[in-house]
T-cell receptor, first 113, second 115 residues
Framework: EDKVVQSPLSLVVHEGDTVTLNCSYE??????LLWYKQEKKAPTFLFML????IEKKSGRLSSILDKKELFSILNITATQTGDSAIYLC?????????????FGKGTKLSVIP | DGGITQSPKYLFRKEGQNVTLSCEQN?????MYWYRQDPGQGLRLIYY???????QKGDIAEGYSVSREKKESFPLTVTSAQKNPTAFYLC??????????????FGSGTRLTVV
């Protein structure tokens, strides 16, 4: 059973649309929730969310965490073709001096002109 | 510039052969990780290492082996025991401790194809 579940798995939108990507996770040993963008090869870090209800924002991207309902959303406004990528959500688990990331399957976003 | 380097970018292997994927980082990170990515499967953890000369199995370690003789290097060997080795392999590193606010730094990946 997947511990981190992302939805939708794929999404096609037109430039200028606003999209919302979803990520739900398990609570056991939860420490934080991370979002990455993967365009071709290496995933690049977007956000780390630890506190519930506090929005993180970077340009047209924003994300928020709901620790009560165990989910996070990633919003992208005024989408551009350069936003086309796989967006990965990962749960950071607590551990002795280190941590692991458990990834969801990702949402493949395609933005068409 | 600091970073994490994986080589080669593309690798072809005949069935029954072992192959080693390289991962080197100059970020002075203590922890290193290997993930496998298949279409529609996300990233799955193969092995990870928190310190030199120590490593632990991840979720899908069967058919793989690693070593961590130096802090900078964490090579992954895909053995002939791995039944379905064709995949995209990502190496990552991170600072130790829970105060890290940037998650992992990833390499650019190696795409392995078994022919």
């Amino acid at each position: 059973e997947d511990k981190v579940v992302q939805s939708p798995l794929s999404l096609v939108v037109h430039e200028g649309d606003t999209v919302t990507l979803n990520c739900s996770y398990e609570v056991t040993n939860f420490r934080s929730l991370l979002w990455y963008k993967q365009e071709k090869k290496a995933p690049t870090f977007l956000f780390m969310l630890t506190s519930s209800g506090i929005e993180k924002k970077s340009g047209r991207l924003s994300s928020i965490l709901d620790k009560k309902e165990l989910f996070s959303i990633l919003n992208i406004t005024a989408t551009q073709t350069g936003d086309s990528a796989i967006y990965l959500c990962a749960e950071k688990l607590s551990g002795a001096g280190s941590y692991q990331l458990t990834f969801g399957k990702g949402t493949k976003l395609s933005v068409i002109p | 510039d600091g970073g994490i380097t994986q080589s080669p970018k593309y690798l072809f292997r005949k069935e029954g052969q072992n192959v080693t994927l390289s991962c080197e980082q100059n970020l002075n990170h203590d922890a290193m990780y290997w993930y496998r990515q298949d279409p529609g499967q996300g990233l799955r953890l193969i092995y990870y290492s928190q310190i030199v000369n120590d490593f632990q199995k991840g979720d899908i370690a069967e058919g793989y082996s690693v070593s961590r003789e130096k802090k900078e290097s964490f090579p992954l060997t895909v053995t002939s025991a791995q039944k379905n080795p064709t995949a995209f392999y990502l190496c990552a590193s991170s600072r130790q401790g829970t105060t890290n606010n940037y998650g992992y730094t990833f390499g650019s990946g190696t795409r392995l194809t078994v022919v």
